[in-house]
């Protein structure tokens, strides 16, 4: 079974390679969606997947890339997307 999350990671996740680390993960996952930095710093990403796999993803996004020091990680049940190929970064 499937399911789509938002998710609006705060901290210092600009500049520290999250972005491409979270594309990164996602594919090893299957997770389908886009990750993109905001005006506020924060990092939002909309992601599409399996139950399981989506709660793995989540406990990676608490975590980050290495440089990350992510201080909280908001993340919101939403409709299926279906409408993504892979996992994208937007700018």
């Known amino acids: 079974m499937g ?3 938002t998710a609006t990671v ?8 999250f972005r491409a680390a979270t594309q990164i993960e996602a594919n ?3 997770i389908t969606g ?5 005006a506020e710093g924060d990092v939002y990403v909309e992601a599409e997947g ?3 796999n989506l709660e793995q993803f989540i406990l ?3 975590k980050g890339s290495k ?3 992510v201080a ?11 409408s993504f190929q892979g996992f994208d970064i937007r700018s």
């Open 34 to 38: 886009w990750v993109k930095n905001t």
């Open 60 to 62: 990676w996004l608490n």
């Open 72 to 82: 909280q990680v908001i993340v919101e049940s939403s409709d299926a997307f279906d």
């Open 3 to 5: 399911g789509a999350i």
């Open 67 to 69: 440089l990350a020091k």
């Open 50 to 52: 399996n139950e399981e």
């Open 28 to 30: 090893k996952l299957g």
């Open 10 to 17: 705060i901290g210092r996740v600009q500049g520290v390679y």
